[in-house]
């Protein structure tokens, strides 16, 4: 039996990283306001973010087509990888997965890397502020990308973490303090770029703080979701400029 597309309602998949326990409550809350537009989850194994061979192939495309193909049981309309890998993989890695997924399943795709570099670039964001919880390494992986594609990172602040389920206890206090110390070298936007933090329970508060936007990664994915699916973003109202703002 098809799904009956005459009926009201808009199906969001969002692919989770195993670990993760802050994407699919806040990505609920964000939608809580929109009727008729739900979010649905599929996971696969994720529990650290490093460079060493093991965590690396924690992203390899099969584990994650695999979900994506069991995900889309739910005959959705939009299915996204809701994860900054390739900030440190090369934004190519999310082009690819993006084909990969439309190819199994038929359903358009999205992730939360490549809607922040849209964002970017359709707001004219050159150089931005990183905030992450990652490692020295990775975090020096991500800015080098950024720059190799025309992005200057003008400050950044990182906790040193690589076990996945610890970024999802980073306090508000933590998150604020990074956000004020990258804020005070006036980048244009900053990104709290990792999809197990809290960093949406903030972002409010420290753009009214700063004047600046905060782009989250949890955010971006839903808002290129909305996008593709003909869903107007402002429609989710209290979570930040973006979804005010950019269209």
């Known amino acids: 039996m098809q799904r009956n597309r005459s009926l009201p309602r808009t199906l969001?998949?969002?692919?989770t990283p195993s670990s993760n326990t802050a994407l699919e409550p806040i990505t609920t809350m964000m939608l809580a306001g929109v009727p008729g537009v739900t979010a649905h989850f599929g996971r696969f194994r994720v529990?650290?973010?490093?460079?060493?061979?093991?965590?690396?192939?924690?992203?390899?495309?099969?584990?994650?087509?695999?979900a994506?193909?069991?995900?889309?049981?739910?005959?959705?309309?939009?299915?996204?990888?809701?994860?900054?890998s390739s900030g440190w993989l090369g934004f190519e890695s999310d082009e690819?997965?993006?084909?990969?997924?439309?190819?199994?399943?038929?359903?358009?795709?999205?992730?939360?890397?490549?809607?922040?570099?849209?964002i970017f670039r359709a707001t004219g964001v050159t150089r931005f502020g990183l905030v992450t919880p990652?490692?020295?390494?990775v975090q020096s992986r991500i800015v080098a990308n950024y720059a190799r594609h025309g992005f200057e990172c003008v400050a950044e602040r990182h906790l040193g973490l690589s076990h996945n389920f610890s970024f999802s206890e980073v306090t508000d206090d933590q998150l604020r303090t990074m956000i004020r110390?990258?804020?005070?070298?006036?980048?244009?936007?900053?990104t709290t770029f990792c999809t197990n933090l809290h960093a949406m329970r903030v972002v409010e508060e420290m753009e009214q703080e700063t004047g600046i936007p905060i782009y989250d990664t949890i955010a971006t994915v839903l808002w290129k979701c909305l996008k593709?699916?003909?869903?107007?973003?402002?429609?989710?109202?209290?979570?930040?400029?973006?979804?005010?703002?950019?269209?």
Do not use: H
């Open 181 to 190: 110390a990258v804020a005070q070298s006036r980048p244009q936007a900053i």
């Open 12 to 15: 969001i998949g969002m692919l």
């Open 96 to 118: 690819l997965l993006c084909r990969r997924i439309t190819e199994r399943t038929g359903v358009p795709a999205g992730t939360s890397v490549l809607a922040l570099n849209e």
């Open 47 to 66: 529990t650290q973010i490093a460079l060493n061979d093991r965590a690396l192939k924690q992203f390899d495309d099969s584990n994650i087509l695999t």
């Open 68 to 84: 994506a193909e069991l995900l889309n049981d739910a005959e959705l309309d939009v299915i996204a990888w809701n994860g900054t």
């Open 134 to 137: 990652y490692t020295d390494d």
């Open 228 to 247: 593709i699916t003909g869903v107007d973003p402002a429609r989710v109202k209290g979570w930040g400029r973006l979804f005010r703002e950019v269209k």
